[in-house]
């Protein structure tokens, strides 16, 4: 038995093993457990397929062998061997996709994620471009069927974001999202631009995975909350009611304001999710260093410097940097046409990890 069947195999008894004792009671009953083994029983299952599928040509490989050493009759010899190449075809590209599988993931791959977009250099015209990466992401969003829950906003003031903070939840979000993190320039005429001019602006995008209360645990008595009337365009409740909230989280200086929602409830628990994420980004920081020192493919969130994409609007070009990637298309990317160029990071990456895997 080889090496790879060897792992394999092992992972196959594992998966047994969870089957098991997912369907026993004690287990069923707690239900934190039965979550996690669930969870651990569906991450191996494409280990498992692709465990079969592999075993199966290894079978019918020995199989065409011992035709090929047995038979006389020169027609199934040919046959035989005909089967034996195409075998081995596919030997190579499964044993190339188990590898890919045997990697170990990040474990906030498959969690949902929570973005950040600024507007950055360029004024007015950064703001326009920060709503129009956030159109960008919602158009993908909704061929993907996730959900988008927009936690805060700060409005331009003529069109756009200067911020907006929103929740993706479906599966594994994360795992696609991450690639979006760091600076995108945009090169076109401004519509705040009378000469027609070419301006170059840019904003930044931050994704993360969503913190839960198991990644974080917020003590009551780390956070000090304070209640304001909300401010901004429109809506009876503004200035008329205390339904904005801060919090600032004592232990480490971190300071949420919310005011988007009437409901100070619904503020209050807004902007306790954002408080769970921005103090888990200070620990997931450091993971996210030591990848992005190793990966071109992912940026730390602490270089907000880093360029990642132009779009071009005069030459309908956008240009992915980290893999020299450039298409024409511009104006499909837009409208979250976007899923091609994730899955050539994705691929970029899986490389990188594989040669990190036998160095």
Not at 34 to 46: G, V
Not at 101 to 113: E, F, R, T
Not at 272 to 291: C, H
Request: glycine share 6%.
């Amino acid at each position: 038995m080889n090496d790879l069947l060897e792992k394999l195999e092992t992972i196959y008894q594992r998966w047994l093993g969870i089957g098991e004792e997912i369907s026993q009671p004690d287990i069923m009953a707690d239900m934190k457990r039965y979550i996690k083994l669930n969870k651990d029983y569906k991450d191996l299952q494409p280990v498992v397929d692709a465990y079969k599928e592999y075993r199966n040509v290894l079978d019918n490989i020995d199989h065409a062998k011992e035709i090929l050493a047995t038979e006389k009759d020169d027609e199934f010899r040919e046959m035989a061997k005909l089967e034996l190449d195409d075998l081995e075809n596919r030997k190579e590209h499964l044993e190339e996709n188990i590898r890919l599988l045997l990697l170990p993931s990040d474990p906030q791959d498959s969690k949902n994620a929570q973005v950040e977009i600024r507007a950055g250099t360029g004024g007015d015209e950064a703001s326009i471009f920060a709503g129009d990466l956030f159109r960008m992401y919602q158009h993908y969003c909704d061929k993907k069927g996730w959900k988008i829950d927009v936690l805060s906003m700060t409005e331009g003031t003529v069109g756009g974001f200067k911020e907006i903070i929103f929740n993706i939840t479906g599966d594994g979000i994360y795992g696609l999202m991450k690639y979006e993190s760091g600076v995108h320039r945009v090169q076109r005429v401004p519509q705040t631009e009378a000469q027609g001019r070419v301006h170059t602006s840019a904003a930044s995008v931050v994704v993360l995975p969503e913190a839960n209360e198991f990644d974080v645990e917020l003590k009551p008595s780390d956070i000090r909350k304070d209640t304001y009337c909300s401010s901004g365009p429109g809506g009876q409740s503004v200035n008329t009611t205390y339904s904005a909230v801060r919090l600032t989280h004592i232990p480490t200086g971190i300071v949420v304001a919310i005011q988007d929602e009437k409901s100070q409830i619904k503020n209050l628990e807004k902007a306790m999710r954002v408080l769970r994420n921005r103090i888990f980004e200070m620990e997931y920081q450091k993971y996210l260093d030591s990848v992005a020192s190793k990966r071109k493919t992912m940026v730390s969130t602490g270089d907000r410097s880093a360029k990642i994409r132009t779009y071009n609007y005069p030459q309908n070009r956008v240009t992915d940097h980290r893999i020299n990637l450039t298409m024409y298309n511009l104006i499909g990317f837009m409208d979250g046409d976007i899923e091609d160029t994730i899955m050539a990071l994705q691929v970029a990456e899986n490389a990188e990890r594989l040669k990190e895997a036998v160095t």
